[in-house]
């Protein structure tokens, strides 16, 4: 077998890769084997002259238009709606047992540089629980109110599967049925060399590899065999989120009943958006191109086009993604099998630069990266829109929905996320008539945390009691 993976290696001029070989145990020298064998190395110059020497252009159409989207407002007097209907529709199918959660964490978290999957991270800002937990209540919650079962998927990534398992049994599950919280790993893509634009080794004995990106989800699901488990328990729609979100609703009924029932959606994949605060915000962009809802990333949108502004002097360009998502399970399967065409379904890839930790071939040390040094290409989960035969955006509050933790400090950071979460609280809270102390740039000042199991909207809390008023620098977990 060496010597078929030599010559294979040699053709596309990867040979590096057994460097050490002859250092190898007999059984590492079959797992890096094993594993070469594995990588699609007949695309490999491919990918490396698109997106490693090269950098892959988007070129946007001059006639790209923003995508119209739900408002926030039902009654606003652009796109009103029923919101009544859609959200008695959406709860009747979480009643009925038609939906799952279904949550990414496959990333590898390299800008929060935690140790450990990013699920385990401490979310809650007075109390610490970890991401997964206030997840896990937002589950137990909904069920509790819809009397209905939520089964919840999580797609890990083989680089941290085993130890997102360990600590969901570590906390027993955060009290959710086991049998009704499943996971599976998502793929792998080699990382590439910034320099040489070779493949890295990530041990003597192991091609550096990352997570194929959320985009991955689409193709993991199926091939898991997730998504015949959805088929058999009844689920019709999932309800996608990401891990780094600690507000993103697992389930919102309004939402999944726009997706399954508003005139312009085929319920195939629909989309929440945010307003953007400026027009370069580093967040993908809702347009519609060959009549196609098409999320344009930041960076390729056009500066011109992301400056324009509508006569209300609002930016024409305005819907950002969040990442939340409904998907059906049968687009998923249509994606998948041959009904998506011939040639079946791939989405594009995007090209990331990051820091990996790499083996040097000549000292044989591993050595951890200050700057990026590695290319990594992933694919993304809203690059499916396109596929949809019709596809809706529906516009979510910025402080309701989106408190993303990226980094360690500074922007998207925890520190961010506590004090949007308290903010969103703090505005709960004040519906219900608690006076609320806020700072002069409009923030709270008191740090705040409601779990999902005392309320999943401010209207829940109507039946907790409340005290009066906060204090100003106050820290409280209702
Ligand atoms: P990010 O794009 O923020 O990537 O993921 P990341 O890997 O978590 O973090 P960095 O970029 O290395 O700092 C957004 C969401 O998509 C998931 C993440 O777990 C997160 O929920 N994701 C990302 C995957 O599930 N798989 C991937 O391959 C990439």
């Known amino acids: 077998m060496e010597q078929i993976i030599r010559k294979r290696l040699e053709a596309v001029g990867q040979a590096h890769l057994l460097t050490f070989i002859d250092e190898l145990t007999p059984d590492a020298k079959e797992r890096l084997l094993q594993q070469i064998d594995g990588i699609d190395l007949d695309s490999i110059e491919t990918l490396i002259g698109t997106y490693v020497r090269g950098y892959p252009t988007c070129d946007v159409p001059s006639d790209v238009e923003p995508a119209p989207y739900y408002p926030y407002d039902p009654t606003a007097t652009v796109r009103p709606y029923d919101a009544e209907q859609y959200r008695t529709q959406g709860e009747a199918l979480v009643a009925a047992g038609k939906i799952a959660a279904f949550t990414v964490a496959g990333g590898q978290g390299s800008r929060l540089g935690f140790d450990g999957p990013k699920g385990a991270f401490p979310g809650g800002p007075v109390t610490g629980k970890p991401l997964f937990q206030l997840f896990s209540e937002g589950i137990a919650a909904t069920q509790r109110k ?30 959710l049925d086991r049998n009704n919280v499943m996971f599976f790993a998502q793929g792998v893509m080699p990382s590439f060399d910034i320099k040489t634009a070779r493949l890295l080794l990530a041990a003597k004995d192991s091609v550096a590899t990352n997570p194929d990106g959320h985009g991955g989800s689409l193709r993991a699901i199926f091939n898991s065999g997730a998504l015949d488990d959805m088929t058999a328990r009844g689920i019709e729609h999932i309800s996608y989120t990401q891990v780094d979100n600690p507000l993103g609703r697992m389930i919102d009924p309004l939402f999944i009943g726009l997706h399954a029932g508003a005139p312009d959606s085929s319920a195939q994949m629909s989309s929440k958006m945010i307003p953007k605060v400026g027009p370069t915000e580093r967040m993908g962009n809702f347009c519609v191109v060959d009549g196609k809802t098409t999320v344009i990333e930041y960076s390729d949108l056009p500066e011109e086009l992301a400056h324009q502004r509508l006569p209300n002097g609002r930016l024409r360009f305005l819907a950002g993604s969040v990442a939340i998502h409904i998907i059906s399970v049968e687009f998923i399967r249509r994606l998948n099998t041959r009904q998506a065409g011939p040639g079946g379904f791939s989405l594009p890839l995007h090209r990331a630069d990051k820091k990996a930790p790499y083996i040097d071939l000549d000292t044989g040390k591993l050595v951890t990266p200050d700057e990026p040094n590695a290319v990594k290409l992933e694919a993304f989960v809203f690059d499916a829109l396109p596929l949809c035969d019709k596809s809706i955006v529906y516009e979510t509050d910025r402080t309701e929905e989106f408190a993303p933790i990226k980094n360690g400090s500074g922007v998207d950071s925890v520190q961010t996320a506590a004090q949007i979460q308290s903010n969103r609280n703090g505005a709960w809270l004040k519906a219900c008539g ?23 909207e401010a209207s829940d809390l109507r039946n907790t009691q409340l005290p009066s008023k906060i204090k100003r620098g106050a820290t409280i977990a209702l």
Not at 436 to 454: C, F, K, Y
């Open 146 to 175: 819809h009397d209905c079962t939520i089964p919840w998927y999580i797609m890990t990534s083989p680089l941290n599967d085993e130890e997102t398992k360990r600590f969901f049994d570590a906390h027993d599950h955060f009290g």
């Open 434 to 456: 608690v006076a609320i102390p806020h700072r002069d740039n409009g923030d709270v000042d008191a740090v705040i945390e409601i779990s999902p199991l005392t309320a999943l």
